[in-house]
C-alpha cells in the first residue's frame, strides 16, 4: 500500500457535469499555475464534449485552449478523454481521422489519453491505442462500469487483461453515471490488482452520493490514482471533492500529501467564477438518485426534462425512466454513456410518447442495432430487432472497417479558410460547426477584436443538450410566398391570414382548402390545437359552424405530427422528396423526416393510398398534433 494519487477533473468532467461544459479558457489561466503547483498526478483539461463545445458555444478554438494551458503547466501530466473511434463525437470516424487526432492532441500538450468505448467493444479502441503508442505517450484504457445480467467482476477484469494485451499502460474503472457501490468497488479493484501489471484508477461521480465511501474502499483495495474536482465543481453530477478525499485519507497509508490549504485558494478562484457566471452547484435531486433504478446520469436526466418539456409532455419523465431501463435490455444492456445513453434515451421518450414501443426509431438506432457502433455487450432481442431493421443484415465487422478514408476531402474543404491540420481535423469532425465557427473567427480577426472572447459576451449558463447525436441540418430559409386566392398549395396560416384580409367576406374562394380547414378546426375543438395557432377569425364563421365530425370525407386519413420538431421531405437538402401529392404509398413506407430531439425521425405511414396533399413546407417547425399528409386510404 502506498499513497494515493489524484488526477483533477475540474477543467474537462467537473464544469461539463455541473455546468454544461461552459467554463471559458479566460475562467481557467488564473488559476492554471496554482493547480500544477498542486501535485495532482495529472489534470484532466480536454476531451469528452469540451472540444464540441468550445466551437459550438463558446467560438473558441479548442486547440487553442490546450496550447494555452500546456504554456501555464509546465509540471503536472495534461490528460485528455477520447471516445474510442468517437473521438470527441457522436459517431464513428474513419482511422485516418483517429490517427492524425491523436498525433496532433499530442503535439499540443496532451500527455496522457484515456480512451474508452461506450459498448465496451475492444475493437473501436484499436486505433487510438496504436496510435498513442506509436508516438510515446501515456494509453489509458478504460472498462466502462454498469450493472446488467452480464456485467460480472470477472467480466470487468477479462475486459482489462485484454486492455492490457493490447499495450494499455494503465487501467481506468470509469463509472460516469456513480453506480459502483463501495464493497463492490472493493472487490472489484482487489480483483484487477491481483490479475493485472499496469496501474489501475477509478473515476466515479458523486451523483448519489456513494462516491466518497467507493473511493475510500478503493483506497483500501490498492487503487493507484482516484479522480476529484474542485470543490465548487464537485458534488451532483460530478465528481467528489478533492478536499474531502485528501482529509479522510490524511495520516493513514494512503495519505495524498497534498495541501488542503493550496487546494482552498484553488477552490476559491472557481467559487468567483461559478458565483458570477450563474453557474449550478452540485445538488442530488431525488430523481438524480434514483439513478440506482434507472442508471441514467444525471446529467442526461436533465436534458430528457428539456426535450420531454419541447414535446409538451414534462409530466411523462418518470415513465420514461422506467422506459430507459426496458429498452437497454432489448438493446443487450449497453452502458448509459455518449452515445448509447443517447441512443437508448431518446428511444425511450419516443416509446412513451407515440404509446407503441419501437413504431418510430431514430436512424441512429436502426445503425446501433445494425452494429456500426460494435457489438452489444449481450444480443440484442430478436423480435426487437425484427421490428427496428427488419431483414437488413447486421455488420460484424470492426465499424470503423467500413469507413471511407476522409483527410483528403477534408484538408480540401477547409482550404479556403485554412492550411492548419488542426483546423482540418475540426472540420473532420463537426463539419456545419466548424464552417461556422471558421467564419466567426475570420470575421473577428478582420475586426481585429481581443484573441479570446470577453466571458462577459456569452451570457448566463443555459443547460441546453449537452451532446447531439446528429449534427445540425442547416435549414434552408423559408421563402415567403404572396397569399392569393385559389391557390392550391396554402397552407393553415395563410388560410387563416387571408381570412382575416378579407374579413370573411368572401368564402366562397376558400372552398378548394375548405377540407384542409376543416380538420383543424375539428382538432380545434378536440383541444389538439392549442388556441394560440387557430383560425380565430373563422371559428365563428358561420360556414364553418356545422358539427365538425360530419364535414369530413370519410375515406381520407391524416397523417399527424407524433412529435414537435421540424419537417423534412427529403433525406436531405438536394434529394427528391419522399412522397408527392398524387404519389401512391405502400403500409410502412417513409412519408418524410421529422428531427425532433437532434435526431432524424421516419415517419411512416400505417396503410395504403394516395397522398391528397401535403400540409407542410420543408425545413418548417411542426407541432404535435399537427396534420403533415392527407391520405385518400385504398
Ligand atoms: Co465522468
Given amino acids: ?347 425511450a421518450v419516443i416509446n412513451v410518447l407515440l404509446g407503441e414501443r419501437y413504431k418510430m426509431c431514430p436512424g441512429e438506432v436502426k445503425e446501433y442495432v445494425r452494429g456500426c457502433y460494435g457489438k452489444p455487450p449481450a444480443p440484442i432481442d430478436e423480435e426487437v430487432r425484427q421490428k427496428i431493421i427488419g431483414d437488413t ?26 492550411e492548419s491540420e488542426e483546423d482540418v481535423i475540426t472540420y473532420a469532425l463537426f463539419p456545419q460547426v466548424a464552417l461556422k465557427f471558421f467564419e466567426w473567427r475570420k470575421a473577428r480577426s478582420a475586426e481585429d477584436v481581443p484573441q479570446i472572447q470577453s466571458n462577459d459576451e456569452i451570457g448566463p449558463t443555459v443547460v441546453e443538450n449537452k451532446a447531439s447525436a446528429a449534427p445540425p441540418r442547416v435549414k434552408p430559409p423559408v421563402k415567403p410566398r404572396a397569399v392569393s386566392r385559389g391557390d392550391e398549395d396554402m397552407n393553415i396560416d395563410e388560410i387563416r391570414e387571408l381570412m382575416l384580409l378579407l374579413d370573411q367576406s368572401n368564402i366562397a374562394d376558400l372552398e378548394l382548402q375548405k377540407n384542409d380547414f376543416k380538420i383543424h378546426l375539428r382538432k380545434y375543438a378536440a383541444g389538439v390545437i392549442p388556441a394560440a395557432s387557430n383560425p380565430v377569425s373563422a371559428v365563428s364563421n358561420p360556414v364553418f359552424a356545422e358539427p365538425v365530425e360530419e364535414i369530413l370525407d370519410e375515406s381520407i386519413t391524416e397523417v399527424l405530427a407524433p412529435m414537435v420538431g421540424t419537417f423534412y421531405a427529403a433525406p436531405s437538402p438536394d434529394a427528391a422528396p419522399y412522397v408527392k401529392i398524387g404519389d401512391r404509398v405502400e403500409p410502412g413506407q417513409t412519408l418524410c423526416i421529422l428531427e425532433a430531439m437532434k435526431l432524424m425521425n421516419e415517419i411512416k405511414t400505417d396503410f395504403a393510398g394516395t397522398i391528397v396533399n401535403i400540409l407542410v413546407e420543408n425545413a418548417q417547425p411542426v407541432e404535435y398534433g399537427q396534420t403533415l399528409f392527407l391520405i385518400q386510404k385504398d
Fill in 1 to 347: 500500500m502506498s499513497k494515493i494519487k489524484i488526477s483533477d477533473t475540474s477543467l474537462r468532467d467537473g464544469h461539463q457535469s455541473l455546468w454544461a461544459t461552459r467554463m471559458a479558457t479566460p475562467d481557467m489561466i488564473p488559476v492554471l499555475k496554482k493547480l500544477d503547483e498542486i501535485g495532482y498526478h495529472s489534470l484532466e483539461i480536454w476531451g469528452g464534449a469540451t472540444f464540441d463545445v468550445c466551437i459550438r458555444y463558446l467560438n473558441e478554438d479548442p486547440w487553442e485552449r490546450l496550447r494555452e494551458i500546456r504554456r501555464n503547466v509546465t509540471k503536472t501530466r495534461l490528460q485528455m478523454l477520447v471516445r474510442g473511434q468517437s473521438l470527441v463525437g457522436y459517431t464513428h470516424y474513419p482511422d485516418d481521422i483517429a490517427v492524425k487526432f491523436i498525433e496532433k492532441a499530442a503535439d499540443n500538450g496532451i500527455d496522457i489519453f484515456r480512451i474508452f468505448d461506450a459498448l465496451n467493444d475492444l475493437r473501436n479502441l484499436e486505433t487510438c491505442m496504436r496510435t498513442v503508442k506509436a508516438i510515446g505517450k501515456h494509453t489509458q484504457a478504460c472498462v466502462v462500469y454498469t450493472i446488467s445480467p452480464v456485467h460480472s467482476v470477472q467480466h470487468f477484469v477479462d475486459t482489462a487483461l485484454r486492455l492490457q494485451d493490447m499495450g494499455a499502460d494503465s487501467i481506468c474503472v470509469k463509472d460516469m453515471a456513480g453506480l459502483l457501490a463501495p464493497y463492490i468497488s472493493y472487490e472489484l479493484i482487489r480483483a484487477l490488482k491481483e490479475n493485472l501489471d499496469v496501474p489501475i484508477q477509478l473515476h466515479t461521480h458523486y451523483i448519489g452520493g456513494l462516491a466518497i465511501a467507493t473511493l475510500l474502499k478503493a483506497a483500501e483495495a490498492g487503487v493507484d490514482i482516484i479522480d476529484t474536482a474542485s470543490v465548487p465543481m464537485a458534488f451532483g453530477s460530478s465528481q467528489p471533492p478533492v478536499e474531502t478525499i485528501v482529509r479522510a485519507l490524511q495520516d493513514t497509508e494512503w495519505d495524498t500529501g497534498l495541501s488542503l490549504h493550496d487546494l482552498f485558494e484553488i477552490a476559491e478562484h472557481f467559487e468567483q467564477i461559478r458565483k458570477h457566471k450563474g453557474f449550478e452547484r452540485g445538488v442530488t435531486r431525488i430523481t438524480d438518485m434514483k439513478v440506482f433504478e434507472h442508471q441514467v446520469p444525471g446529467g442526461m436526466i436533465s436534458n430528457f426534462y428539456s426535450q420531454l418539456e419541447e414535446q409538451k409532455a414534462a409530466h411523462r419523465l418518470d415513465e420514461v425512466l422506467k422506459e430507459i431501463p426496458r429498452v437497454r435490455a432489448d438493446l443487450g444492456y449497453a452502458p448509459l454513456v455518449t452515445p448509447t445513453s443517447q441512443l437508448i434515451g431518446n428511444q
Fill in 393 to 418: 443484415p447486421v455488420i460484424d465487422v470492426r465499424p470503423a472497417d467500413l469507413l471511407e478514408p476522409m483527410w483528403g476531402k477534408a484538408r480540401e474543404a477547409v482550404k479556403a479558410w485554412s
